[in-house]
Nanobody, 126 residues
Framework: QVQLVESGGGLVQAGGSLRLSCAAS????????MGWFRQAPGKERAFVAA????????YYADSVKGRFTISRDNAKNTVYLQMNSLKPEDTAVYYC???????????????????WGQGTQVTVSS
């Protein structure tokens, strides 16, 4: 069993930065692929970024490439999402997800991923 708790959301002006954190419980964290998703008002939850268990492979949605960076610290059981050059369209609830499968399939698996956090709100003002 893995429990995920996100933090770091908030209100930021366009062009600003935020770093989200996702703290995981459980001794198997280092064996799980980790990902970030987001859900904007009135829209379905969408893939943002994913990282393999080793941290060696990363995947991003086209909309965030070059602006967002996913990273993980297995010693701290934490995954991060550094978000730079934020835009109003980045406004959403951001969710952390963990899965024993490969990171490359997280975008396709979506809601079928094994574990989810409760989400953290990110609001970008124009």
């Amino acid at each position: 069993q893995v429990q995920l708790v996100e933090s770091g959301g908030g209100l930021v002006q366009a062009g600003g930065s935020l770093r989200l954190s996702c703290a995981a419980s459980g001794r198997t964290f280092s064996t799980y692929a980790m990902g970030w998703f987001r859900q904007a008002p009135g829209k379905e939850r969408a893939f943002v970024a994913a990282m393999s268990w080793s941290g060696g492979r990363t995947y991003y949605a086209d909309s965030v490439k070059g602006r967002f960076t996913i990273s993980r610290d297995n010693a701290k059981n934490t995954v991060y999402l550094q978000m730079n050059s934020l835009k109003p369209e980045d406004t959403a609830v951001y969710y952390c997800a963990a899965d024993p499968g490969g990171a490359q399939r997280m975008g396709v698996m979506g809601d079928n991923l094994r574990y989810w956090g409760q989400g953290t709100q990110v609001t970008v003002s124009s």
